[in-house]
Every structure is written in structure tokens, then in C-alpha cells.
């Protein structure tokens, strides 16, 4: 008597199931980079818009927007008022820039200062930990948690490279 022979050995499933697990243990940790990193590309594509209504602003009025009456420390840089807050949305919003973006890509504020009588600005994201770090590195990071800052119509720090 012949034997038809339908479906499959527990072997043959067992090695299915392994190949599928290792396909997915290189992809998912890939997967998670490229979110990151789609997350500090959004956040850096609207700190570049925040960055332009403020240099229009400008324009017009020979300053930046004001950061609503913060006190800059000497020598210091990094903004520690947010972008919503007071004054600096009254002043550019909706004229020069229809909608302010308020968050960056993890849903943290955007800081925003104006320093030395509002004749330079800075904007800063505080990345993934939402903590803003007490030094600029300057220059590429490869952190998702690095700052990244945006200082009178440029980054001087940014994510770049390989991130960890």
C-alpha cells in the first residue's frame, strides 16, 4: 500500500520557525534605528523651519523674537525656554510660519534663547531621553540622546553616522 505524504515533518517546521527567528532578530534592531532616525530627521527639518520664521523676523525687524524675558547666563548657548512659550510664538506665528511646531520627534519641547539683545538665537531638541545635556560636544554626534542645535542659521551639533 502507497503512503501519500501531506504536510510537514516537526523538523522541517522547527527549522522554518528558526530561520524566520533570525531573520527577525537582525531586522527588528534595524527597524528600531531607521524610527530613531526618522525622528531626529523630522526634528532637525523643524528646528530648520522654527530657525527660518525666526531669521524672517529678522528681516523685518533688525532682531530675533525675544525669549520672553529669559536671562541668558554668560557664555552659555543652550536655550533653556521653550519654543511655545511666551512671546516668541506670538511674534512669528501665524506670519512667519503658518504652525509652529511645539515638539520634536519624541514629543519633547523645542528651547529656543535669543542672546546678546536678540542678535543671535539658538534652538535645541533634547533627543531621545528628553534631557537637555549641560555641554555642546559641537559638531556630528552619534547618540540619540545628544542634543541637537540649531545656533543663528545653523546646527552645530547634529546627528550624523551610525547612532547607539
Same mark, same amino acid.
Given at each position: ?36 532616525? @526618522? ?5 532637525? *527639518?523643524?528646528?530648520? +523651519?522654527?530657525?527660518?520664521? %525666526?531669521?524672517?523676523?529678522? #528681516? ?54 535669543? @542672546? ?5 538665537? *539658538?534652538?535645541?531638541? +533634547?533627543?531621545?531621553?528628553? %534631557?537637555?545635556?549641560?555641554? #555642546? ?28
Amino acid at each position: 500500500m502507497k503512503r501519500n505524504r501531506k504536510g510537514f515533518t516537526l523538523i522541517e517546521l522547527l527549522i522554518v520557525v528558526a530561520i524566520i527567528g533570525i531573520i527577525v532578530a537582525i531586522a527588528i534592531p534595524n527597524l528600531l534605528n531607521a524610527i530613531q532616525r @526618522a525622528k531626529q530627521k523630522r526634528s532637525m *527639518a523643524d528646528i530648520r +523651519s522654527i530657525g527660518t520664521a %525666526a531669521e524672517t523676523y529678522a #528681516i523685518d525687524f533688525n532682531r530675533y523674537p525675544s525669549a520672553a524675558g529669559f536671562t541668558v547666563p554668560s557664555g552659555a548657548f543652550l536655550p533653556t525656554t521653550t519654543v511655545g512659550a511666551g512671546n516668541f510664538a506670538n511674534l512669528v506665528q501665524p506670519t512667519y510660519i503658518k504652525v509652529l511646531p511645539l515638539k520634536d520627534g519624541w514629543a519633547n519641547y523645542f528651547f529656543y534663547e535669543a @542672546a546678546n539683545g536678540a542678535q543671535d538665537y *539658538a534652538l535645541s531638541s +533634547s533627543g531621545k531621553n528628553g %534631557a537637555q545635556d549641560s555641554s #555642546i560636544v559641537g559638531g556630528p554626534t552619534s547618540d540619540f540622546n545628544a542634543d541637537i542645535v540649531f545656533f543663528d542659521g545653523q546646527f552645530i551639533q547634529w546627528p550624523e553616522g551610525a547612532q547607539r
